[in-house]
């Protein structure tokens, strides 16, 4: 899979990615911004990054990266995956993305998950939670949590709580380590299996005639409430 600049692979490095090949068009400014953003990893990267014309790199990429850095990371093991999500009891909920559509919404997603510790993300419906582009708005991420596609019938055990705005209101609830937090596509909401598979629906406090909020901002909101439990990594 593709590591689609210095961030995703700074990251990709730091929880374990095995990255068997990265270069770069600017060898020298890669590891001057190791050395600022990133030391923990500067002398690997010092080992690993390849310098490459300017050319050679942008036939490596769809779009090239403002930071000229590209690699490729072997994915992670699905059985691992799937092994972790169904594992009980869980320290940190799972986050549900039923049908989402765009690819930066749904790497943004995965980028909140991995920061606030929780267990893992997945995705059903046909987008591919893996797509360079989700990578990219992940920030290489995702070797920070479990990303997995799935059916909604065969999603992890634990109590699913759905986004819904007839739910109830979220701030009355505590939410669970162990459930699954479902969201809907922006456009069209929970598909009907879904909602029919939740054990609550939950509602985001919303002022009226407002719509609905990005599916990014809705995640973050939501593991905020969870984390005031106690249940997110502290900040040091």
Known sequence: MLLDGFHALKHALRFGAEVPVAVTSDRAGALALAGELAPD??????????EVSREAYASLVARPHPTAV????????????????????????????DQPRNLGNAGAVIRLAAGFGATGVVTTGTLDPWHPTVVRGGAGLHFATVVERLEVAGLPPGPLFALD??????????LPDDALLAFGSERSGLTP???????RLVALPMRPQVSSYNLATSVAMTLYHWSAGGGAPRVP
């Open 41 to 50: 990893v500067r002398e690997v990267l010092a080992g690993l990054l390849t």
């Open 70 to 97: 590209a690699a490729l990371a072997v994915r992670p093991s699905r059985a691992a995956g799937l092994e972790a999500l169904a594992h009980t009891p869980r320290r940190a909920p799972v986050v549900v993305l």
């Open 193 to 199: 299996e879904l909602r029919a598979r939740a054990d």
């Open 165 to 174: 705005p007839e739910g109830e209101d979220i701030r009355g609830l505590e």
